[in-house]
């Protein structure tokens, strides 16, 4: 029997290489087409093609999965990324007493936060970064909304601090921009855009009622909002 020659050799060795890219072929295409098609049904963009580009109609649920997925850098549900409340930020019980003259909460530094009860150095960055997320805080509740701060916690402290609410930064909305308006952690970006299309449309806002005649305000964001914007 003969030997293969170089050539044959060289058949057989290309051979190996189609057989091997056809097996490829039929065990990776399966599971790429799958993983697609899964993508192609997810909820996000089963609402952008029953809403078109808008999404106004489309529920809270399917506007939150949208902003988490075109805003990744905005603040979550408890307004915070997980970037500030990694493993070299966390903070210790501390369980020292709190300062005999209340802290205002809108006017302090991290320095002045930590004399509280339960407040170090992490929890006093996190709600002086809050409260410039949001422009000053109006309610001493709204340190609950802090990413970490639980009631045992925050009762610790809380008849200690008091807020200035001169500091508070409201929004001329009748003259806002989308932009604008969605930089608030209380509202999304539709909203915001239902908002200023409202006002385009003549309709100024005067007060709560007018705002609740917005759509996509509900009435826990009008009265979270309310106290960042300014009537006329």
């Not at 057989?19 to 072929?25: E, F, S």
């Not at 697609?36 to 109609?57: F, V």
């Amino acid at each position: 029997m003969n030997k293969p020659t170089r050539g044959q050799w060289r058949g057989y060795g290309l051979l190996c290489l189609l057989l091997t890219g056809v097996l490829l072929a039929i065990i990776v295409l399966p599971r790429h087409r799958q993983a697609t098609t899964a993508a192609d049904h997810s909820p996000l963009l089963a609402a952008m093609e029953r809403y078109g580009d808008s999404m106004e109609s489309a529920t809270a649920a399917e506007r939150e999965q949208w902003r988490a997925e075109h805003y990744p850098h905005r603040p979550t549900e408890r307004h915070f990324d997980s970037s500030w409340h990694n493993d070299n930020h966390r903070d210790t019980y501390t369980r020292k007493s709190n300062p005999s003259q209340p802290v205002d909460i809108n006017n302090a530094d991290t320095a002045a936060l930590q004399q509280l009860y339960g407040i170090g150095p992490a929890f006093a960055l996190r709600i002086v970064k809050y409260r410039e997320l949001l422009g000053g805080y109006t309610r001493k509740e709204q340190l609950l909304e802090v990413y970490g701060m639980d009631a045992e916690r925050y009762n610790g402290f809380a008849d200690h601090i008091t807020l200035d609410p001169t500091k508070v930064r409201k929004i001329d909305i009748n003259n806002a921009t989308v932009a604008q308006l969605k930089r608030h952690p209380y509202l999304d970006y539709y909203q915001a855009r239902a908002i200023v299309d409202y006002i385009k449309q003549g309709h100024n806002i005067h007060d709560i009622n007018d705002l609740l005649k917005v759509n996509l305000i509900d009435p826990a964001t009008a009265t979270k909002i309310q106290g960042y914007i300014q009537f006329n």
